[in-house]
């Protein structure tokens, strides 16, 4: 895993300022940037302003194919690395259980599993 999240922190298409998700950064980190931004920005005689999205749900609804064509062809993953990661997010299926009732099993179509332990 080192050596894959080595790899796309190394590809052109990386984003330097992303904050979500890798160790030594968080939402504080990207706060006290942003700040830093804006507060040139203004101290330079511009007028800042702020866009903010809410793009949590994002890993919900993303296409599991889109995902890995664009691991593929963006950061240059492919072989057993991509076969690796293709394994962990298709064929996985979702149920809701409530006491001793459950739904049907149905399959997970969109979205990525993630774990905090699997943080860049």
């Known amino acids: 895993m080192t050596r894959l999240v080595e ?8 984003n330097r300022f992303q904050s979500a998700y890798r160790r030594g950064h968080s939402t504080e980190t990207e706060l006290l940037r942003l700040l830093n931004d804006m507060y040139g920005a203004a101290n330079d005689g511009f007028r800042p302003v702020l866009l903010q999205l809410d793009v949590s749900a994002a890993f919900d609804t993303i ?3 889109t995902l890995l064509c664009r691991l593929r062809y963006s950061f240059g993953i492919s072989g057993p690395a991509l076969n690796w990661i293709a394994l962990y997010v298709l064929g996985r299926t979702q149920f809701v ?12 179509e969109y979205g990525v599993p993630l774990s905090h332990r699997d943080q860049f």
């Open 7 to 14: 790899h796309v922190k190394k590809s052109p298409n990386y």
């Open 63 to 65: 296409d599991i194919s």
């Open 97 to 108: 259980r409530v006491g001793q009732e459950q739904s049907p099993t149905a399959d997970c």
